[in-house]
């Protein structure tokens, strides 16, 4: 269960409640690592334009080839 702290914002006289934590963050900086690093592949492969607006969607989606390959790598 997360706490969360209740503080009174007086710009906007409501009361306003925060989460503490970070949550997701690291998986969020996994991923943009990995996005970054995947455009960059693809498209220095890319013999055209096309084929680079293609990497750049491939890079959106690169989780989807990793377990891919690890499920025909593992037989599953």
Do not use: Q
Not at 21 to 37: E, P, R, S
Request: aromatic residues 18%; positive net charge.
């Amino acid at each position: 269960m997360k706490h969360r702290a209740r503080y009174h914002n007086k710009d906007m006289d409501e009361m306003v409640c925060c989460k503490k934590g970070n949550g997701g963050a690291c998986g969020g900086a996994f991923y943009g690592l990995g996005f970054i690093g995947a455009a960059i592949y693809y498209i220095s492969t890319s013999v055209g334009f096309w084929a680079g607006v293609l990497g750049v969607l491939k890079a959106l989606v690169w989780p989807v080839f990793l377990v891919y390959e690890l499920f025909k790598f593992l037989g599953l």
